[in-house]
């Protein structure tokens, strides 16, 4: 397989960055892991308080804050927007494209390396996670560095020097992924370490991670903040090591319970339009490992295996919990192109043409979907991205076709990649058609100037993650909890505990605005309470009180 030349490479990447980084503020924040995080980070921009990350004014311990930091330092540099609130996770999932590339280059080729970030940077779960504001593309990005530094230098080649130098990269990078997302930092690579032991029987590969240096960098860039919280905040630790780690891996406190083969169908669908070739790379890439030490293909095999197998065994399961799994099949299947003939790669992407023509006639209809909180006209201004999105696949998988059948494969594998990104991109883009139902950015770009900052706002029965985002301020929860009920029992003057004791506060207060389900604010005129409605959206009311005082 012949690799493009300088120029084409350049041009290339330089297409793939800018769609890539395009359509960042092209959407509005969705609920809820957008506007949560979002949100989080605006609130500690404001604040200044580094050490306590805060959801609606709330103590919130779920994960810890490095992507808070960076999301706070981002907002205070550039402002407070849905570019700079997705800006972290498009980053990292462009560097992780960048370590997928570069290691390729260096591991298995520069042909290899080129292959594997087209196919990185084309794939559904990297691009659809990248733009979404969630801490797990993040975390991919470190976990992907750490994988990368370790595997360079388990190299027969490496000296002793560079192999502690590499080797202590790899646990920093560890390390940043325990700040961003917790113990899974440490528990996926210790336990695609301890497979790729038993599998290959090399029994001295502990010793040569140098897990005493490993520990003690760990320790070096985590405990500072893990110090530093629980001292301001007792309760921390049980919270978040009992009860968001071991507890949401062994029981359903989180209500996020799902069969074990949940992740199977999710894994198919996160490697299109490379489905066929991701599970061709699969078997047995370890055969054309050397005769060396260390073999890489394996232990990625076994790394892909354990994240699969640990988080299918886990109580608590969410889509994007597999991301990690796609760098290391991108360098799997970067390496099998280069060995793949042609017109088996041909044939390899042909059921692309038949997905896309499907996916196109499904998004023609996509309003059958609709329903009064997402009704109709949404789904109609959705469709049309949806059949752009599925012509260019179309497209992409015939070029694809065609150019594998003439010898072309790398070519095949371009225009493969450039329209699987494009298409991605198109659908993400086109999903902002949905937000009226999605997102509260309409209705408190409605209300906002209503809205007075000496007034309470209340959140009644419900709350969407991105009404403190759109609004700039929190509310006050009532009859209300869910996610913040660690915070309000830590601080429970922040909410109303019962509807009655809102009504009352209603009654009582001189002004005051509430949101409200449509539902409950027709129960409540019914019942005489005086309210006004200043916005109104298919799932929400924002109301005030009828006269307010100055």
């Not at 930092?185 to 370490?193: D, F």
């Not at 290391?328 to 042609?342: E, I, K």
């Not at 027709?522 to 924002?542: F, H, N, P, W, Y």
Request: include cysteine; proline fraction near 7%.
């Amino acid at each position: 397989m012949t690799r493009p030349g300088r120029g084409v490479l350049l041009a290339l990447i330089a297409l793939l960055a800018v769609m890539w980084f395009a359509n960042l503020d092209a959407r509005r924040l969705i609920r809820p892991d957008e506007g949560r995080y979002g949100e989080i980070a605006r609130e500690m921009a404001v604040s200044g308080d580094w050490i306590t990350p805060r959801l609606n004014g709330l103590k919130y311990f779920e994960k810890p804050p490095l992507q808070y930091w960076i999301g706070a330092a981002t907002f205070r540099v550039f402002g407070v927007n849905e570019w700079t609130a997705r800006l972290w996770p498009a980053l990292s999932g462009a560097l992780a494209v960048l370590v997928v590339w570069r290691f390729g280059r260096r591991q298995f080729g520069a042909a290899a390396g080129d292959l594997a970030g087209l196919v990185g940077v084309s794939m559904l779960w990297m691009a659809a996670n990248a733009h979404l504001l969630t801490l797990d593309m993040g975390l991919t990005f470190f976990l992907t560095a750490g994988v990368a530094a370790c595997l360079l230098a388990q190299r027969d080649e490496a000296s002793a020097s560079d192999r502690r130098r590499l080797m202590a990269l790899a646990w920093a990078a560890c390390a940043c992924a325990v700040l961003t997302k917790g113990l899974v930092g440490l528990v996926l690579p210790g336990g695609a370490i301890a497979f790729h032991m038993l599998a290959s029987r090399d029994w001295r590969f502990l010793g040569r991670i140098h897990p005493v240096m490993g520990i003690a960098i760990v320790l070096a860039i985590c405990a500072p903040w893990f110090v530093a919280v629980s001292m301001v905040n007792p309760e921390f630790p049980n919270f978040f090591f009992v009860r968001e780690h071991f507890q949401r891996y062994l029981t359903t406190v989180h209500r996020r319970s799902e069969p074990w083969w949940y992740f199977l169908p999710l894994l198919v669908a996160g490697t299109l339009p490379w489905t066929l070739l991701a599970i061709r790379s699969l078997w047995m890439p370890w055969r054309d490992d050397p005769p060396a030490r260390f073999r890489p293909r394996l232990f990625l095999v076994c790394w892909c295996a354990f994240v699969l197998l640990f988080f299918s065994a886990s109580s608590s399961k969410l889509p994007s919990y597999i991301l990690p799994i796609f760098p290391a099949l991108a360098w799997l299947m970067g390496d099998r192109l280069t060995r793949l003939a042609p017109r088996t790669l041909a044939w390899l992407v042909l059921p692309v043409v038949p997905l896309a023509v499907t996916a196109g006639v499904l998004g023609a209809r996509a309003d059958r979907y609709a329903n009064e909180k997402t009704p109709v006209a949404l789904y109609q201004a959705f469709e049309p991205w949806i059949l752009a999105a599925a012509g260019l696949m179309l497209a992409g998988g015939i070029a694809a076709f065609v150019l594998a059948r003439r010898d072309r494969s790398t070519a095949a594998v371009i225009a493969l990649a450039v329209a699987g990104l494009g298409a991605w991109q198109l659908a993400i883009t086109g999903h902002d058609a949905l937000a009226p139902s999605f997102s509260t950015h309409a209705i408190a770009a409605q209300a906002k100037p209503a809205l007075r900052p000496d007034c309470p706002i209340y959140s009644v029965r419900t709350y969407d993650q991105t009404l403190p985002f759109y609004l700039e301020r929190t509310v006050t929860l009532v009859e209300f909890a869910d996610e913040m009920a660690f915070g309000l029992e830590q601080e429970p003057q922040k909410g109303v505990p019962t509807l009655e004791a809102f009504v009352e506060r209603w009654s009582n207060e001189p002004c005051g605005f509430a949101l409200l389900e449509p539902s409950l604010h027709r129960e409540l005129v019914d019942r005489g309470i005086a309210m006004q409605t200043i916005a109104r959206d298919t799932r929400r009311v924002i109301v005030g009180h009828p006269v307010q005082t100055p």
